[in-house]
Structure formats: structure tokens, C-alpha cells
């Protein structure tokens, strides 16, 4: 065949160049994928490429009327992209000019992990010392769809002021656990399972045994403050790390969320921890 031909003849220089074009464009498309990551951008391009499958089969099934339309929003899509997303190309061209295109998202996901662990700090740390009682589980890898659907909608912004307003004793959605999904407040008031271990200590509450129950079914990192001691304590992988300082509250939380390295990951009091069967 005279393309396989072609590939073979060609020298090793030229492969190399192909190679590194390629690779190239793969990493230009990742990054622009990455900037408009959670952007309105997303659901756009998500039509468009329905739009594009449309076009294709029409072609392939022979509906001349339906292949038309979808040319015609195909030859005029570019100029609604345009118009529709104007403000968002003129930073883009903007940042380029500046050199930090490309930048930009590595600086903006830091900044991003600063400021939830900030506002997860903050709110623990004050919870802590007034002995609010708090329960706050990250999704990881595992869905916690099933979980979220048992509590009350938000689909908010993690801020420490929210976060403290949810767990005031008596307030509607205290009573509960807020579950975090994508970096966002995907439910509060959520019912999680009970773990059944024996080995638990009688000391330890609902809470408690609520944020083994998950961890034992997921890999979600749940954080409770107890509501008689105001001690610290996070749940993952079916342990549970208990009377935490903030620091260690916080080196935790980046190495098992943000996948940090932790400066310090021992805690200070370490009382109990049951490993998942298997």
C-alpha cells in the first residue's frame, strides 16, 4: 500500500518530526482541554460533536435533507463559537501573548487546592474549638451518587463560612453528612452507612462510625469533629486517625486528596484503625 510505503521509506529524521508534530498537537488539545475544564465551553463542544456524528451518518444512510442542515450548522458553527465565546478566546489570545497560556492551569489548579483546603482548615479549626459536630466526606474515585441523593442539594462553592453555617447545631442541615464532589458542595444532610465492625470503641458515636462505614465501602476521606471532645479525626481506606492537630489535619488532607506529598502524616494520638477485609 502506498501509504504503509511511504511511512517505510521514510528517514529517521522525518519519523522524528512526525512523531514530535503529533505529540505536539495531542499536548495543545489536553491543555485547551484543560482551560476549558468546568467551563460552559464544555456542554458547547459536547453538542458539537453530537452535531458531528449526525453529519457522518447522514452520510453514510443517504438522508440528503438532514446532511444539508447539518452542513449549514457545521459551515456557521464556527462563526456562533465566535461570537458565543468571545470574552473566553480574547483572555486566551491574551495570556498567549503573555507566555502563560499553558501556565495558567498548573498556577490556577494550585491556587485552587490552597483555597479549599484553606476554607476546609478555617472551618474545621472553628468547629473544633466551639465542639460543633462535623462530618464532611470527599468523593475520590468511588461515586458517591447513592449517598448524595439521601441528602439536600447545594452544588455549591467550598467556603469555610458555608461549611460552618451547615454543621450550627439546630441549623435545618446539620444533622447529616456534607459530601464534597468535584472540588464543589454536591449535598448536605446526607445519610451514610454504619459500619458494623466489632472492633470499634464504644467511645466513638454516630459520627464515627458513619465515617468508617464509608470508608469501608469507598475510597472517600471523611473528616469528624466530635461534637464531646471538638477532636479531629479523619476516616480512608478503613482507618481512622483520631485527636489530629490542624497541621496534621492538613498534611493529610494533601496527601490523600491533592496526592501531596505530607510534610507530616503520623498523628498525634492514633487509637484505633480497622482494615477493610481483603
Known amino acids: 500500500m502506498p501509504f504503509i510505503e511511504k ?3 521514510l528517514s529517521p529524521v522525518a519519523t522524528f518530526i512526525n512523531i514530535m508534530d503529533v505529540l505536539l498537537v495531542w499536548f495543545v488539545v489536553y491543555q485547551l482541554i484543560k482551560i476549558i475544564k468546568g467551563t460552559k465551553a464544555v ?15 447522514t452520510e453514510v444512510f443517504g438522508l440528503n435533507t438532514l446532511m444539508w442542515m447539518m452542513e449549514q450548522v457545521l459551515k456557521w458553527g464556527f462563526l456562533a463559537i465566535i461570537i458565543i465565546f468571545q470574552p473566553e478566546l480574547r483572555r486566551a489570545l491574551e495570556q498567549l501573548g503573555r507566555g502563560r497560556l499553558f501556565a495558567r492551569t ?15 482548615s478555617k472551618s ?4 473544633a474549638k466551639r465542639r460543633i459536630g462535623v462530618l464532611i466526606s470527599i468523593e475520590r474515585e468511588t461515586g458517591l451518587s447513592e449517598y448524595i441523593e439521601t441528602g439536600t442539594p447545594l452544588n455549591s462553592d467550598i467556603t469555610s463560612e458555608l461549611l460552618t453555617n451547615i454543621f450550627i ?17 454536591a449535598a448536605a444532610g446526607c445519610y451514610l452507612p454504619l459500619s458494623e465492625s466489632p472492633f470499634i470503641s464504644k467511645e466513638l ?4 462510625r ?10 472517600a476521606i471523611t473528616i469528624i469533629v466530635s461534637e464531646e471532645t471538638g477532636a479531629i479525626s479523619i476516616a480512608n481506606d478503613g482507618d481512622l486517625y483520631r485527636d489530629l492537630t490542624i497541621e496534621e489535619f492538613e498534611s493529610r488532607i494533601r496527601k490523600n486528596w491533592f496526592g501531596e506529598t505530607a510534610n507530616s502524616t503520623t498523628p498525634s494520638k492514633w487509637k484505633w484503625g480497622v482494615r477493610k477485609n481483603g
Open 205 to 208: 458515636g454516630t459520627r464515627h
Open 210 to 219: 458513619a465515617a468508617i462505614g464509608l470508608s469501608e465501602v469507598s475510597d
Open 124 to 127: 474545621v479549626s472553628y468547629m
Open 43 to 57: 456542554q458547547f463542544l459536547k453538542g458539537i460533536f453530537v452535531i458531528i456524528i449526525a453529519r457522518i451518518l
Open 169 to 185: 447545631p439546630n441549623a435545618p442541615l446539620h444533622d447529616g453528612a456534607v459530601i464534597v464532589q468535584r472540588n464543589r458542595i
Open 106 to 120: 498548573m498556577m490556577d489548579e494550585e491556587e485552587e487546592r490552597n483555597r479549599l483546603l484553606e476554607a476546609l
Open 7 to 9: 511511512i517505510v521509506n
